[in-house]
């Protein structure tokens, strides 16, 4: 009885996907797939490259270095333990406050740009290219962090955020990124744009995510103290 079920359900499956004219295949598996998975699979990369660079820059610009003499630019791109943390808070002094909210202003700076320059294009073009796609690539580096936050924290938000400075403005700018994300997709994405934000984009980020995980390891390590 199962194998007769599973035969029937490769049949239906196979009928799915032989049929040139099936909705499916039209809106998600056309030409701009390959590409809109491409972008995807890389934001990872692209993410926590651009992290290090913001990291690099800061640092050699207004922290003479002090940060970089412990930070290896790992694939993470991000301090990573308690260690280095504490030790990166200790060379910088009081300018460690700083140095974090510069970094956190910048990243959330530049995928709000990122999200006007996306509105204003898809108001020009009316459809979605793929330069569209990039740049909602780019917001989305601080919508990962902000959906990160927000599920991460949600359970203690009233204790662990509300009654810390830092953390209410972080959880400040990650809601309004969060309220933007819900409305470029209610407002600016039709159903086709919508199915392959689910179907292909998603799926690519976390498919990235691990393909990331496992090469960055190898090429870029962290190094701990």
């Not at 194998?3 to 490769?10: E, Y």
């Not at 917001?139 to 400075?165: C, G, K």
Request: charged share 15%; net charge positive.
């Amino acid at each position: 009885m199962k194998l007769t079920t599973m035969r029937i359900g490769i049949c239906i499956l196979k009928m799915f996907f032989r049929n040139n004219n099936n909705k499916f295949r039209r809106v998600i598996l056309n030409k701009d797939s390959l590409k809109i998975i491409l972008v995807f699979i890389l934001f990872y990369v692209l993410k926590t490259q651009f992290q290090n660079l913001v990291i690099f820059t800061l640092d050699h610009l207004f922290f003479e270095g002090i940060v970089s003499d412990i930070y290896t630019y790992n694939y993470a791109g991000k301090l990573s333990g308690c260690l280095e943390v504490a030790k990166a808070q200790e060379l910088l002094g009081n300018k460690a406050n700083l140095f974090y909210s510069m970094t956190v202003a910048i990243f959330f700076s530049f995928s709000l740009l990122a999200y006007v320059l996306l509105i204003t294009r898809i108001k020009k073009i009316l459809k979605f290219d793929l330069l569209c796609w990039m740049l909602l690539s780019v917001f989305s580096f601080n919508l990962f962090d902000a959906l990160q936050f927000v599920i991460f924290n949600f359970p203690d938000m009233h204790d662990y955020i509300f009654r810390n400075q830092k953390l209410l403005l972080l959880f400040t700018q990650y809601s309004i990124t969060v309220v933007l994300a819900i409305f470029l997709f209610i407002k600016y994405m039709n159903l086709k744009v919508k199915l392959k934000v689910l179907l292909l984009g998603i799926p690519s980020v976390y498919m990235g995510l691990v393909i990331w995980a496992y090469i960055g390891r190898l090429i870029m390590p962290i190094n701990h103290l």
